[in-house]
């Protein structure tokens, strides 16, 4: 039995939705990654920052630890804009967004509410 027009249709905004939020989890992951290699970057700073501090001749660290010290609330500050970013949409909500525009009953209504002409020659 081949597929109708409609039933093509459906199956190609259900694998749209499903698609789209396949490459939300991944930008979430590349995300996620980021985030990670960043702390890993603040803690090795950090180590560097607590040895210098630990210097007899602090005062010639000193700029060195400001520079070292700026970095780490760069970082930070792109770690909280990273998150930021999944937060806009998390994998949950993305979850919930795909369930519902993948929903097969919801997709044949809309169909038929795009293409009424079609439903009527049918008839």
Not at 6 to 11: N, R, Y
Not at 57 to 71: G, N, P, Q, R, V
């Amino acid at each position: 039995m081949t597929d109708t027009k409609k039933q093509k249709w459906i199956t190609a905004e259900h694998n749209k939705a499903v698609k789209i939020h396949h490459n939300n989890i991944d930008r979430i992951q590349k995300l996620e990654e980021k985030i990670s290699y960043n702390l890993y970057k603040i803690h090795y700073h950090h180590y560097s920052f607590i040895k210098l501090d630990r210097q007899e001749k602090y005062d010639k660290y000193e700029l060195t630890m400001d520079l070292i010290k700026a970095e780490e609330v760069k970082l930070a500050l792109e770690i909280a804009q990273l998150q930021k970013d999944i937060d806009s949409q998390s994998k949950k909500t993305s979850w919930k967004i795909c369930q519902k525009n993948s929903n097969k009953e919801m997709l044949a209504k809309k169909y038929d509410k795009l293409f009424p002409k079609e439903l009527a020659q049918c008839k």
